[in-house]
């Protein structure tokens, strides 16, 4: 689905080498991995739910592969790209063997949460305020982050496809 799409639309493929490096190499992997526990966050950085049963699969467990092969060590828990889920993604993550799946909804942890829906607490600054916190907590500041970088994506796409449209050359 979304990978055809891509590579009819962009001629983007998974493998497609970029002149600019836009993710880290896997030398500034395996320098992290000897101070901190690296767990996946997916290959391609995909919204799951726009994959198909088997680029789904496919994107899961080639993540969970590789972080294995780069840190050297057991990959198990898995934190869903813009926090699209549904009980689709949450069961084929379990089939490949993630343990843990996070998301992004706010909230609290704790021994009633669910280990393949756990929240973030919050994304603020260490000298943020309990007042801060609490709002963070509430989801409104990601929620309206979200809804404004849709927003400007879908314009910039649409100034995209009117200067195709109008190029001769494309």
Request: glycine share 4%; aromatic share 8%; charged share 30%.
């Amino acid at each position: 689905m979304l990978l055809e799409k891509l590579r009819k639309e962009a001629e983007f493929t998974p493998d497609k080498e970029f002149q600019d490096r836009e993710a880290l190499s896997e030398e500034d992997i395996r320098l992290l991995c000897s101070q901190f526990d690296i767990q996946s966050h997916g290959r391609y950085h995909f919204s799951a739910t726009t994959l198909s049963d088997s680029e789904l699969r496919r994107e899961l467990a080639d993540s969970r592969e590789r972080t294995e092969m780069l840190s050297e060590a057991p990959c198990e828990h898995f934190s869903f790209p813009y926090g699209d889920h549904s009980a689709r993604e949450i069961n084929v993550a379990k089939s490949v063997g993630y343990k843990s799946l996070r998301t992004t909804k706010p909230g609290w942890i704790g021994q009633s949460t669910d280990v393949c829906r756990i929240p973030i607490t919050a994304d603020v600054g260490g000298d943020a305020s309990i007042c801060d916190l609490q709002l963070h907590l509430t989801g409104i500041p990601r929620f309206l982050k979200r809804t404004v970088d849709a927003l400007v994506t879908k314009h910039l796409y649409a100034m995209r496809q009117r200067i195709l449209m109008s190029n001769p050359f494309f």
